[in-house]
Nanobody, 122 residues
Framework: QVQVVESGGGLVQAGGSLRLSCVAS????????MGWFRQAAGKEREFVAV????????SYAASVKGRFTISRDYAKNTMYLQMNNLKPEDTAVYYCNAGPDITTVQAMGGSWGQGTQVTVSS
């Protein structure tokens, strides 16, 4: 089973940018679909973005489309989330998920990391 570890969170002012990273273990990184989710205090965990095994398909939540970009680097076994024009409502713990296909990841059925905190000040 794949293991994932997130990093890159922090405190940023509204309008700023951050790039989150998710490093996956194992030699089958290229076979996994991967995604980002977030959970704000007192709220349910929600979908942010997903990328398929080849990188040829991506999908975003409406709230982040046009501001966030998901990508993956096969040489580094790493998935990224570039977050631009951040808003206070983006404040949350961001989690990485890795699974055998897009459907599993979007259903939150893959492997989770420990999360990384993103805080956007107004």
């Amino acid at each position: 089973q794949v293991q994932v570890v997130e990093s890159g969170g922090g405190l940023v002012q509204a309008g700023g940018s951050l790039r989150l990273s998710c490093v996956a273990s194992g030699r089958t990184f290229s076979s996994y679909a991967m995604g980002w989710f977030r959970q704000a205090a007192g709220k349910e965990r929600e979908f942010v973005a997903v990328i398929n095994w080849s990188g040829g398909y991506t999908s975003y939540a409406a709230s982040v489309k046009g501001r966030f970009t998901i990508s993956r680097d096969y040489a580094k076994n790493t998935m990224y989330l570039q977050m631009n024009n951040l808003k206070p409502e983006d404040t949350a713990v961001y989690y990485c998920n890795a699974g055998p296909d897009i459907t599993t990841v979007q259903a939150m059925g893959g492997s989770w990391g420990q999360g990384t905190q993103v805080t956007v000040s107004s």
